[in-house]
């Protein structure tokens, strides 16, 4: 990366604290790397289950999807579209190599992103703490959920995330069914919530 072009990145790190360049700057010195490792097998197989089980042959829409592992791990045959999205370019990017016909990478904000379809499922992985509030981010997104459709939302177990375990508890979105999975690293609350 040309010096220029850092000292830019680090000025919006640090000193206006943009939250894109950070996030990419976390992609590009490897600090999310971890998450395609085998401890977090289950908490993707969980998610993937109910999406294929749920909705067959469903239009997903992944929200925070960083470079795309959780997509990595569906059976491409069980689902008609999927967008996998994130805010971080670079972790975007990195994900791009699994495009297919019916398999997108795209750069998206999901405070502000505007789908140029609707979906069966919508998936916030292990990222809606980047929402203001779980029915803030739900309620923008229910907007491009199709009538049926369903959200599944995952929130891991550091005790620093009792209120997003509590929002989602507590969400004006009807619950269809949870389940906790422990695993080696952490534990992860898997909610499936109806519109
Ligand atoms: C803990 S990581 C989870 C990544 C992925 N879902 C997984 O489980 O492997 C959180 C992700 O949320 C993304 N993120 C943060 N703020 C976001 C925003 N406003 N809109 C979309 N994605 C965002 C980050 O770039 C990061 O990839």
Redesign the pocket.
């Known amino acids: 990366m040309a010096f220029f072009t850092k000292i830019k990145n680090l000025f919006n790190r640090k000193v206006l604290r943009r ?1 894109r360049d950070r ?1 990419n700057y976390q ?1 590009e010195t490897g600090r ?1 790397g971890t ?1 395609g490792d085998l401890e ?1 097998l289950s ?1 993707f197989s969980v998610i993937a289950g109910y999406a294929q089980f749920l909705k067959p042959q469903g239009r997903i829409l ?6 795309g ?2 997509q990595q791990r569906f059976d491409a045959s069980r689902y008609s579209l999927y967008y996998s ?4 370019d670079v ?1 975007v990017a990195k994900g791009k190599g699994h495009e297919n016909e019916k398999t997108r990478y795209l750069v ?4 502000t ?1 505007v789908p140029d379809t609707d979906f069966d499922c919508i998936i916030i ?3 809606i703490y ?2 203001g509030s779980v029915d803030k981010v739900l309620g923008r997104l229910a907007r491009y959920l199709r009538q049926d459709g369903i959200f599944i939302v ?1 929130v891991n177990g550091d005790a620093r995330n009792e209120p997003w375990r509590r929002m989602v508890n507590e969400s004006t979105f009807p619950r269809i069914d949870q389940t906790v999975v422990q695993c080696t690293r952490n534990t992860f609350t898997i909610t499936v919530l109806g519109k």
Do not use: F, K
């Not at 999205?85 to 971080?88: E, H, M, P, R």
């Not at 998206?108 to 405070?111: G, I, L, P, Q």
């Open positions: 939250d996030l992609y999310w998450l977090e908490r992944e929200i925070g999807a960083g470079e592992y959780l999205t994130d805010v971080s972790a998206a904000d999901m405070n992103y992985n292990e990222a980047y929402g995952s």
